[in-house]
Every structure is written in C-alpha cells, then in structure tokens.
C-alpha cells in the first residue's frame, strides 16, 4: 500500500515538474506588461489582457508561419509514412537477393550524426534550385532507418500465410498493404506518423538554413523574428507560443486512444 502510494507521488510530481512551464506560459500569455516589469514576480496575471493573442495574430507573418509548419509537417509525416510502410512490406513480405545486406545498410544510417549532413544536404538542395520552398524542408528528412526498423519489427509479425492467402484471391500487394497489414499494425503506423509530425513541427536549424523569405519561414523559426521581445511586448510572445501547441494539443486528443494502445501494446493488434 505504502509503495503505491509513494509510485503515485512521483507520477504526480514528474506530471507537474512537467506541465508546469506550460502552465506558466498560458498564464503569461495573459500578462500585462506591468505585470513583467513588477519588483515581485507573478504566477497569474493582475489583470488578464487578452489583447495578446489579437496583437499576436495581427502580425502579417504569424498566420504564415502557422500554415508553413503545419503543411511541412503533414506533408513529411504522410510521405515518410507511406515510404516506411512501402518498405517495411519489402523487407518482410517479398524475397530478393540482397535484402538483408540492403536492409543494414539502411539502419547504419541510424548511426551518422545529423550535423554531419547538413552540408551536402543543404548542398544537394541548393543545386537543385530548391531553396525557399516546402520540398527543401521536407525532402531530406523522407527516410527514417528508425521508423523503418519500428515498421519492419511490426510487420515480421504478420502470418505470412494471410499474405499468399490474400494473393491467392486475387488481391494485389497494395490491396494487402491498405486493407490487411497497415489495420493489423495501425498503432505503429501511426506511432511513426505521430513521431513525424511532432519532430517536423517542432525542426528548427533545417528551415532556418533552407528558407531566408519570411513569407516560407515556419513557425519555429519565424517567432523569434516577430519583434515582440525587442518591442517589450512579452506577453504577446508568449501567446504566440501559446498558439503553435494547438496543434500538439489537438492531435493528442484525437489520437489519445492510440498512443494509449502504443504505448501498452506489446505486438501487434487484432
């Protein structure tokens, strides 16, 4: 008894410790600016100011910023997606010479450090003519060996006998994939779809080297050249940085039963 209670203790201090500078930031996107200039520190704003969140939106760039984070990110995470769960059927489901070989070479690039490719890839996309559009944020990052190897483990699960059963009916690998496989591991499909979203919202030295327009800017980048902190205006940072956990916050919620599953699923579903 005295253990549970003592387990629970620390799930809600670490659950504090956790949202406590979101909570602060919430808080602080209410303040006015008397309220960061007052000797004594504050929690709640005196009075609230919702002008904030208006003085925010109102920046011609900000709605910009919003849309170019999330078209990038959504555009990323479907496309590695789809490529993941391409491959992953590959590598489980169809024999070919060299795929163990194919398949290590692959998950070695695990291993290179992201900095390391910078250069050639800002390189790649410079000779390209990319420079200042969506697919010079999105491309480099299409492939990932981690969700590949995620992918895969879920996929090596799957009776390779529904497989020719489904081939003997008549239905074609991609039939198999959209309406057999992919439902079988939905969890981790869109565990990797999740991760890539979250990881391409949230990408900042990327777009920063790729995009110099303020009109392609993502939201990452661009909150920090909006002038609210250089013009005293704090509270309205932070309500722009309010504003860009929305989507965070709304794809928890449609997706909670899902992570719930991932995270307590030990293979795959049925």
């Known amino acids: 008894m005295t253990g549970r209670i003592f387990e629970k203790a620390v799930l809600i201090l670490l659950a504090v410790v956790i949202i406590f500078p979101v909570l602060y930031a919430l808080s602080a996107s209410f303040f006015s600016p008397v309220d960061f200039t007052d000797s004594h520190a504050h929690l709640l704003p005196s ?56 398949m290590i070479i692959l998950l070695t690039t695990m291993f290179i450090p992201p900095d390391a490719l910078l250069y050639p890839n800002y390189s790649t996309i410079a000779s390209l003519g990319l420079l200042d559009t969506y697919a010079a944020i999105i491309l480099p990052s299409v492939f990932s060996a981690s969700s590949l190897l995620l992918l895969t483990g879920a996929f090596s699960s799957s009776d390779r006998d529904v497989y020719m059963a489904s081939k003997i009916d008549g239905a074609g690998d991609f039939q198999y994939i959209v309406r057999i496989l992919v439902p079988m591991a939905g969890s981790f499909v869109i565990a990797v779809f999740l991760q890539t979203f979250i990881t391409g919202f949230s990408s900042y030295l990327w777009p920063l080297l790729v995009t110099s327009r303020m009109s392609m800017r993502t939201v990452q980048v661009g909150i ?43 293979g795959m579903e049925t």
């Open 224 to 266: 920090s050249m909006l002038g609210f902190a250089e013009a005293g205006e704090y509270g309205a940072q932070f309500a722009a940085i309010i504003m860009i956990t929305l989507p965070f916050l709304i794809l928890l919620g449609v997706l909670r039963k899902r992570i719930v599953d991932i995270l307590s699923s030990g």
């Open 47 to 102: 009075s609230p100011d919702f002008s904030n969140y208006s003085m925010a939106l109102s920046n011609r760039y900000y709605p910009r910023f919003i849309a170019n984070s999330l078209i990038t990110s959504l555009l990323l995470a479907a496309l590695r997606t789809v490529i993941s769960v391409l491959a992953a059927f590959a590598f489980t489901h169809l024999r070919f010479r060299g795929s163990r070989t194919v």
